[in-house]
């Protein structure tokens, strides 16, 4: 199954033409919003420190999880 996404509006520039693995082992800061100081409380309050293992995470996931759940409903 082909996916695409818009890398502008979700990375900062420095990231948008890296390989997905790459982008994946990128500090959270390569996410377009997420300053340097937003990814060092990231990594403080929950020891993420790549956007990979910040998609990875079970916070993040049950979340989404629930989100979803409450737009199908």
């Not at 990231?15 to 982008?23: F, N, R, T």
């Not at 340097?36 to 996931?61: C, D, M, P, Q």
């Amino acid at each position: 199954m082909a996916v695409t996404a818009d890398l502008q509006k979700v990375l900062d520039k420095a990231y948008q033409d890296k390989s997905l693995e790459e982008i994946l082992d990128a500090p959270v800061e390569a996410l377009a919003g997420v300053s340097v100081s937003g990814g060092k409380l990231i990594r403080e309050a929950l020891g993420v420190k790549t956007i990979g293992e910040l998609g990875r995470n079970k916070y993040f996931r049950a979340a989404q999880a629930l989100a979803a759940l409450a737009d199908a409903s």
